[in-house]
Nanobody
Framework: QVHLVESGGGLVQAGGSLRLSCAAS????????MGWYHQAPGKQREVVAR???????TYGDSAKGRFTISRDNAKNTVSLQMNSLKPEDTGVYYC???????????WGQGTQVTVSS
């Protein structure tokens, strides 16, 4: 079983920055993708960014040009640097991990980000 713990959420003014971090522990075997999802109040969870074990990253449309995802394979961590934050970025951010060897997804408990206008 994989356990994901997020940190770094909080309250920030529009235009500001936050850095989210996620640490993975437990039974992690083989290559995996890690990433971040965003769930705004009353809306479905949407992908923000994902990154492969090899470091290849993809971004959701709202994150392009503003957010940067990175990971440390040795530490099993993934981070999300969020710049130029907007009020619509408000919501809960979830860490995500997909293990290809067992085709299993894992989710963190989420961290709240609030961007004030």
């Amino acid at each position: 079983q994989v356990h994901l713990v997020e940190s770094g959420g909080g309250l920030v003014q529009a235009g500001g920055s936050l850095r989210l971090s996620c640490a993975a522990s437990g039974s992690i075997f083989g290559s995996n993708n890690m990433g971040w999802y965003h769930q705004a109040p009353g809306k479905q969870r949407e992908v923000v960014a994902r990154i492969t074990s090899g470091g290849s990253a993809t971004y959701g449309d709202s994150a392009k040009g503003r957010f940067t995802i990175s990971r440390d394979n040795a530490k099993n961590t993934v981070s999300l640097q969020m710049n130029s934050l907007k009020p619509e970025d408000t919501g809960v951010y979830y860490c995500w991990l997909l293990q290809y060897s067992v085709l299993r997804e894992s989710w963190g408990q989420g961290t709240q980000v609030t961007v004030s206008s």
